[in-house]
């Protein structure tokens, strides 16, 4: 059966015509647009649309109505329909009386955006808000209409998980189908024609023939080639390890400004930082940004002056250059030469260490943010632990599919290692609840995570239905590729500039503020020993990592010869 066609909901009264006018005009084609009057139209026109399973996609609400105020009559339809995105629309006129209104609404998250409506053609402004929201709308809750990645699976498996969630993390619109569907027929036909495997799962990716149960470095291979497209003479002059913010901005620098770049990730494209359903604090963005939509813009930018991306090539180990040698990268059948490095590798989620749940990865159990698997979660209890910034967006996020969400923390409060804005928003979730000194002791379930067990405090021990686990414990940087000869902090952090201790100095001054004890490789973002630990510093890092990479090229550079004339 074809799904419904999502709806736009306008709730509007004063403003009526325009506001009416100006979204069908630009989106009556691929959303039915709904209009009701006031609350109780809303609610009534919400309220049959659930019971059609029309999904929604977005809900527009003029600021004064007959029978409610705009922010009420969201609140109240954002109770029936969590996954749409809110949008409150102010008359010109009464923006200055209201910003402070709507400024609250917005730090507490009852809003996901405020605009002003329109008085005239062409407010091009007002619609990339719009977009945005339908567009943030379809990647989390609606599912791509156009698939470019098919895969064909009758089955819920960690196997499939990881790859949906490798595929939603770069960006790539993939669906799932049951192989007695039409779409996976024509995939098993196109495998059987190429004479290749047919066990499921059956990835058909991009042009290539379909693909039998693929590892996540199959399927990197697949979506970016190999190193060895390099060529064997190739050098690059600056190789980026991790591509996370601090990686990202490296290539975007590193490549713009001419040199060689070449960035490798043993995961995809975007690192923790990727896996954000919404950054709402990073500089530039005032509506938010999720972070794959970051590092895919990031990813596009950087290539775009020429740099090369290898996903799912994780480093195994680095042989540094002697003498002004190339550095040697070992890859798994490959070797890469660069003559710098950055170590941008980021950080990993600490394992919880309870054998029943670790079997479970995959199957109800994500460790870190894991946002394809926030739509499995839709009417059950889930729990996320951790209480880093990660962890709170993963919980505003699940919020929107979950019945409950319940925030695990072993300190009291999420005080000491949440940034406010969303400590406040998540206090004005009424679906979220924080649960200090708690930790996972035990869980199970059938096929999936079914049940957990929860210690408190005093050590009294609960157990609870759980449809989803979300793991996002502290982190410990990914320095195991490193050589020995980069110093590293007690740890694990990557040493750099003054923190480096002084029998390590290559002379009498401590090494430039992003150099290791290692010529030539340099360290930025999270694996840095004393980083700050957020995008933005990360970002900076990874920009200002660049112009000690040109000084140390052309300091190294070997100095021509001048043959005297006769």
């Known amino acids: 059966m074809k799904p419904a066609t999502p709806a736009i909901l306008l709730v509007t009264s004063d403003h009526r015509d325009e506001v009416v006018d100006e979204v069908n005009s630009r989106y009556a084609r691929d959303y039915d647009v709904v209009v009701a009057g006031g609350l109780g139209e809303a609610v009534a026109a919400a309220s049959s649309m659930q019971s059609r399973d029309v999904p929604v996609a977005l809900i527009a609400v003029e600021r004064s109505l007959p029978d409610a105020q705009g922010l009420v009559t969201i609140d109240c339809l954002h109770a029936l329909i969590p996954t749409a995105k809110r949008l409150l629309l102010t008359a010109w006129e009464d923006w200055a009386t209201a910003k402070e209104e709507i400024q609250q609404a917005q730090t507490t998250g009852r809003l996901d955006v405020s605009l002003v409506i329109p008085r005239g053609a062409r407010d091009e402004e007002f619609h990339t808000a719009i977009t945005e929201s339908l567009s943030d709308w379809g990647w989390t809750t609606g599912g791509p209409v156009v698939d470019v990645v098919r895969i064909v699976s009758d089955q819920e498996t960690s196997e499939l998980n990881a790859m949906r969630d490798f595929l939603d993390r770069m960006g790539v619109p993939t669906r799932v189908y049951p192989s007695a569907s039409p779409a996976a027929k024509e995939v098993l036909a196109r495998a059987v024609s190429a004479g290749r495997p047919t066990d499921l799962p059956l990835v058909a990716a991009f042009d290539h023939d379909p693909i039998s149960r693929p590892s996540i470095g199959k399927l990197g291979r697949v979506m970016f080639g190999d190193p060895d497209a390099l060529g064997e003479d190739y050098v690059a002059d600056l190789a980026v390890v991790g591509a996370g913010p601090a990686g990202l901005a490296a290539a975007v620098y590193g490549a713009s400004e001419g040199l060689a770049t070449v960035v490798l990730d043993s995961e995809a494209i975007g690192g923790q930082a990727g896996t954000s359903s919404m950054i709402r604090n990073y500089l530039g963005f005032p509506r938010g940004i999720s972070g794959m939509r970051l590092a895919q813009r990031a990813r596009f930018q950087a290539s775009r002056f020429g740099a090369r991306f290898f996903a799912a090539r994780p480093v195994t180990s680095v042989v540094p250059g002697v003498d002004g040698a190339p550095h040697l990268i070992q890859l798994e059948g490959f070797t890469i030469r660069a003559r710098t490095i950055v170590i941008a590798s980021g950080v990993s989620y600490r394992r919880l ?214």
């Open 353 to 566: 260490g309870v054998p029943a749940i670790e079997d479970l990865v995959g199957l109800g159990v994500n460790y870190g943010a894991a946002m394809s698997a926030a739509r499995d979660c839709a009417g059950t209890d889930v729990f996320v632990v951790g209480g880093g910034n990660s962890a709170g967006q993963a919980a505003i996020h699940l919020s929107r599919f979950a019945r409950s969400v319940s925030i695990l923390i072993r300190r009291d409060s999420l005080t000491e290692t949440m940034s406010d804005y969303l400590i406040r928003e998540i206090e004005g979730n009424s679906r979220i609840v924080v649960r200090p000194q708690t930790e996972v002791v035990d869980g199970g379930g059938g096929t999936r995570l079914e049940w957990l067990k929860l210690k408190g405090v005093g050590g009294e021990i609960t157990k609870v239905h759980a449809g989803g686990l979300f793991l996002l414990l502290g982190a410990k940087p990914c320095v195991d590729w490193i050589p020995d000869t980069v110093a590293l902090d007690e740890r694990g952090f990557v040493r750099t500039g003054r923190d480096v201790p002084q029998d390590q100095w290559g002379g009498d001054v401590p090494p430039e503020a992003l150099a290791t004890t290692v010529p030539g490789v340099f360290a930025a973002g999270d694996v840095r020993s004393g980083s700050m630990k957020r995008v933005a510093s990360a970002s900076g890092e990874g920009a200002a990592v660049v112009p000690l990479v040109h000084t140390y090229l052309d300091e190294s550079a070997p100095v021509p010869v001048v043959v005297p004339s006769a």
